[in-house]
């Protein structure tokens, strides 16, 4: 199976700072890496698909990178509603599997 | 619009089963993969099974190889999971979520979840 990994578990920041989660895949997925972003109690929700593509409607203020083992989501201007956790997936290879997830805490 | 609404989860002893649905509506459901995923109480998200959109193909978290079946009723727009032989760590919420198809795929609408609280 693939592991995922993110880094940091969490992470304390300001509103309006700029922030860098990571994400390794044990073993090349190219670019099968989708990340999301979850407000308990709600459902995750879709940021980034193909390590690096905004979904429609996401602020332009978030962004992904990588390809391989190794991806970045990064978020410039942090703003009061991007404070949740954000998970990375690797959408290459069955078992689906998720990285841990990174809180980003105020 | 897009609605995934999960049910069926609840309160269940150790070695019971469970059969979990999720009603799709807002979209032409036979065309899509659906997925599973589960969070335990405060832990992260665990991906648990797929199927494709004409049930051809099916796939498992090695967790529940031999103890899930998923299925799908596509004149009905409602996909299942039926999970047997429950234990303790498979206490989660369960989501169902639509993929969307590129070269790869992604989750991009999620049901709200059902709770499955395995406890003797």
């Known amino acids: 199976d693939i592991q995922m990994t993110q880094s940091p578990s969490s992470l304390s920041a300001s509103v309006g700072d700029r922030v860098t989660i990571t994400c390794r895949a044990s073993?090349?997925?190219?670019?099968?890496l989708n990340w999301y972003q979850q407000r308990p109690p709600k459902a995750p929700k879709l940021l980034i698909y193909?390590?690096?593509t905004l979904l429609r409607g996401v602020p332009s203020r978030f962004s992904g990178s990588g390809s391989g083992t190794d991806f970045t989501l990064t978020i410039n201007g942090l703003q009061p509603e991007d404070f949740a956790t954000y998970y990375c997936q690797n959408s290459h290879t069955a078992p689906y599997t998720f990285g841990q997830g990174t809180k980003l805490e105020i | 619009q897009v609605q995934l609404v999960e049910s069926g989860g609840g309160v269940v002893q150790p070695g019971r089963s469970l059969r979990l649905s999720c009603a799709a509506s807002g979209f032409i459901f036979s065309t899509y993969t659906m997925h599973w995923v589960r969070q335990a109480p405060g832990k992260g998200l665990e991906w648990v099974a797929f199927i494709r959109h004409d049930g051809s193909e099916k796939g498992f978290v090695d967790s529940l190889k031999g103890r899930a079946t998923i299925s799908r009723d596509n004149s009905n727009y409602t996909l299942h999971l039926q999970l047997n032989t429950l234990r303790i760590e498979d206490t989660a919420i369960y989501y169902c979520a639509k993929a969307e198809i590129y070269t790869g795929w992604f989750l991009d609408r999620w049901g709200q979840g059902t709770l499955v609280s395995v406890s003797s």
């Open positions: 073993r090349g997925i190219n670019n099968f």
């Open positions: 193909a390590a690096s």
